[in-house]
């Protein structure tokens, strides 16, 4: 089992910055991947970024270029570093784990982010 709390959300500007961080605790030595995804109101949620074991990481078209995750090397945590955000961005930020041999994903309790125009 892996737990998993997002913090570091909050109220930003258009063009201003934020940075989300993910604790993970339980067996993290068998994650596979962690990702972010997010839920505007109203919205389906939408996978935002993903690293993998490996460190590969991938984005969505919405936020490449200005975006970026990344992890310590512990895979205890996870970090979305948002620049430029758009009001478009605003919405419940959630963290996942792909866990090895396990077929269910983990989730954490998300983190608000809004963006003033």
């Known amino acids: 089992q892996v737990q998993l709390v997002e913090s570091g959300g909050g109220l930003v500007q258009a063009g201003g910055s934020l940075k989300l961080s993910c604790a993970a605790s339980?067996?993290?030595?068998?994650?596979?991947?962690l990702g972010w995804y997010r839920q505007a109101p109203g919205a389906e949620r939408d996978w935002v970024a993903i690293?993998?074991?490996?460190?590969?990481?991938h984005y969505a078209d919405s936020v490449k270029g200005r975006f970026t995750i990344s992890r310590d090397n512990t895979w205890n945590t996870v970090y979305l570093e948002m620049n430029s955000l758009k009001p478009e961005d605003t919405a419940v930020y959630y963290c996942?784990?792909?866990?090895?041999?396990?077929?269910?994903?983990?989730w954490g309790q998300g983190a608000q982010v809004t963006v003033s125009s």
């Open positions: 690293i993998t074991r490996a460190s590969t990481t």
């Open positions: 996942n784990a792909a866990v090895l041999g396990i077929s269910r994903q983990f």
């Open positions: 339980g067996t993290t030595d068998r994650i596979n991947s």
